[in-house]
């Protein structure tokens, strides 16, 4: 795959110019491509409130203050027990293969959406593949009673999984540009 170089067989300074590569990852309608258009600062990628839309894993460059980056948008990740599609299962494995493809990965979550099980799933597989992990609670402008939230999202998330202690928790905006 083109995507993939061999960290082996670079040196210092090419692995300091490349790219640093950034899968968004989450289950579905979190924002993920909402916030990738913002970061291009155009509405490039295909957004929908209806989920689904995003169905491969696409790679766009971004320079974002002086640093290139290749960010991933992948189709958002159900529970297992949900995906009856094969077209679904499809796309799941190709969001997997960009989390193995990443150096850092954002997952996202909806501020509007309940905590469940299957975010903690997903921040466990990250860990587990041994890529940096960024929690990113999207949606951040439309949140009621945001201190309380926040802090209910962080508790879950440092009881659900020991090692996800200390993990980065940010609230943000893909639509407004909020913390981002």
């Known amino acids: 795959d083109d995507e993939v170089e061999d960290d082996e067989d670079i040196s210092e300074e090419e692995a300091a110019q490349r790219p640093i590569r950034v ?24 957004t929908s409130p209806e989920a689904g839309t995003t169905r491969d894993s696409i790679a ?40 193995r493809f990443a150096e850092v990965v954002v997952m996202m979550m909806d501020a509007q959406n309940k905590f469940e099980e299957q975010d903690l799933r997903i921040a466990d597989m990250v860990l587990k593949e041994g890529r940096a992990l960024i929690i990113a609670l999207n949606k951040w402008d439309a949140a009621h009673d945001q201190s309380s939230l926040f802090q209910g999202v962080r508790k879950a998330l440092d009881e659900g999984l020991a090692q996800i202690k200390g993990v980065p928790l940010i609230a943000i905006s893909g639509l407004t540009g909020k913390n981002i």
Do not use: C, M, Y
């Open 23 to 46: 899968a968004i990852v989450g289950r579905p309608n979190a924002g993920k491509s909402t916030l990738i258009n913002h970061l291009l600062g155009e509405e490039r990628l295909l």
């Open 60 to 99: 766009v460059e971004i320079t974002w203050q002086g640093r290139q980056f290749r960010v991933f948008d992948t189709a958002g990740l159900r529970r297992r027990s949900r995906i009856e599609e094969k077209l679904e299962k499809l796309s799941v494995a190709d969001a997997l293969r960009a989390v």
